[in-house]
């Protein structure tokens, strides 16, 4: 077979590109279905993520006001490096009440957002330091790592809850681009120099 005339498809098995073909046409109807939902909306993406990070702290927020949540959330709290002081500070209760309030800080802000790109901001970046604070803990997690399974990277229920975080920070950090980027985008514009246009 002349490998600069014909092209053999390895999935289907047909020459001459015609298994691409029928992929293709097979996509076609599902692409048009996913257009005409609304798919390629402007922003749909941005808004999405927007709230779905406000439902996460609404209802993760919501926890840290019940006794069963801080007794769960010690040994989160004990072994994180950026967060091992809220206990000495607040004690158990009080550190779990502190995180409610902060992520239903961070909850309201990314909601104002929607209509208040600095505030969005502001919500962004508590809600990256809030991930980066979770994140930390997964190195420093006691029995993290299922010894029955070899250890890493076969995990523990401990990490495998936090590493939910790795997704929810890049959410963060995607919403924090976006609001600076639309925050400082019209002020640009206004610091740009107008043209003049000289004739001679």
């Known amino acids: 077979m002349d490998q600069f005339t014909n092209h053999f498809d390895v999935i289907t098995g047909d020459s001459n590109g015609s298994g691409r073909k029928t992929a293709r046409s097979l996509m076609k109807p599902v692409i048009d279905v996913l257009i005409k939902l609304g798919i390629l909306k402007e922003d749909l993406d941005y808004h999405l993520i927007r709230a779905a990070m406000v439902i996460i702290f609404l209802f993760f927020g919501y926890q840290k006001w019940f006794e069963y949540e801080a007794q769960v959330l010690i040994p989160y709290i004990s072994n994180g490096p950026l967060i091992f002081w809220l206990?000495?500070?607040?004690g158990i209760r009080g550190?779990?009440?502190f995180l409610g309030v902060s992520e239903?800080?961070?909850g309201t802000l990314l909601f104002l957002g929607f209509w208040n790109k600095k505030l969005g901001i502001l919500g962004a970046l508590g809600s990256s330091v809030t991930f980066i604070c979770t994140v930390t803990i997964i190195p420093f997690m006691p029995d993290g790592w299922a010894a029955s399974a070899g250890g890493f990277p076969a995990m523990t229920e401990h990490v495998a809850f936090l590493m939910?975080?790795?997704?929810l920070f890049s959410a963060s950090v995607y919403l924090l681009r976006q609001d600076v980027m639309r925050v400082s985008?019209?002020?640009?514009q206004n610091r740009e120099p107008s043209t003049v246009v000289l004739s001679h």
């Not at 206990?87 to 607040?90: E, K, L, S, W």
């Open 164 to 167: 939910k975080d790795i997704v």
């Open 87 to 90: 206990h000495p500070v607040f």
């Open 104 to 106: 239903w800080t961070f």
């Open 185 to 188: 985008s019209p002020a640009k």
């Open 95 to 97: 550190a779990t009440l």
